[in-house]
């Protein structure tokens, strides 16, 4: 049995990365056209007023790429995970990914967390479309408070994917629940230079690797 792969969740997620390219369309368009300056402005932004930045971008699906997803479901079937936390839930594409393979692991509870309440409406709406609802909890609000409460005592995987200011701050939240050998995920990490540099160096407790151009993975030691 692959969720994957299979109705519902496939034919939902091919929708779905379409509707994201068309709905983020505007941004990348804007993004193109700035200059250098403008854009490091609206990077800059997203550094100082996340909550600004994102409320701009609260119709915009920012979704992990296909292949990022189809990691992400490999890694929790390889490691065999059960517990998951993911920061930056938006339309719940990474989390159809994560908690088909919490399914196909044979259960597991992953919990989300966005701040944009259409959007953690919507990832509900399609978790429950994917027949996923029963494996995924998305917490509502700003994940610096929502994940530092009620987390599973060992978490197995942690995706980092919302706002990068906030990437060291929300893994020392969760750090005390990782298991060794948890991995951790981070989307366009190399928005956030300081934390990469941190996460690259073993004294602080992980092992890390780029790997892809915008996916730094690395493991609890
Ligand atoms: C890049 S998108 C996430 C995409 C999602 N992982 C996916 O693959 O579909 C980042 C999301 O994180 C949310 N976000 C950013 N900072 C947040 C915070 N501090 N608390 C909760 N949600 C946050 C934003 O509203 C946005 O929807």
């Known amino acids: 049995m692959n969720t994957l792969l299979t109705p519902p969740l496939a034919p939902l997620l091919t929708r779905l990365f379409n509707e994201a390219e068309a709905a983020d369309a505007p941004l990348r368009e804007q993004l193109a056209q700035s200059s250098p300056e403008g854009r490091a402005a609206l990077m800059q932004r997203a550094q100082t007023d996340y909550r600004g930045f994102y409320g701009l971008t609260k119709e915009m699906y920012l979704p992990v790429s296909a292949e990022t997803g189809r990691l992400l479901y490999l890694l929790v ?3 065999k995970a059960r517990t998951i936390v993911e920061f930056g839930t938006s339309f719940g594409l990474s989390t159809l990914h994560l908690a088909a393979g919490l399914k196909d692991n044979g259960g597991g509870r992953l919990i989300g967390s966005e701040f944009e309440a259409n959007k953690a409406a919507r990832a509900r709406q399609n978790l429950d479309a994917a027949g996923l609802a029963e494996f995924a909890e998305i917490r509502e609000g700003d994940a610096l408070e929502s994940l ?4 599973p005592e060992a978490v197995d995987l942690l ?3 919302g706002a990068k200011v906030l990437y060291p701050r929300i893994l020392s939240l969760v750090e005390p629940n990782l ?3 948890a991995l951790v995920l981070a989307d366009n990490a190399d928005h956030n230079p300081e934390f990469l540099a941190y996460i690259r160096r073993p004294e602080n407790g992980y092992l890390s690797v780029p790997f892809a151009e915008d996916v730094e993975l690395f ?3």
């Open 77 to 79: 079937r390889a490691t």
């Open 148 to 151: 530092a409460r009620d987390l």
């Open 159 to 161: 995706l980092l994917d």
């Open 179 to 181: 298991r060794p050998g």
């Open 219 to 221: 493991m609890k030691l």
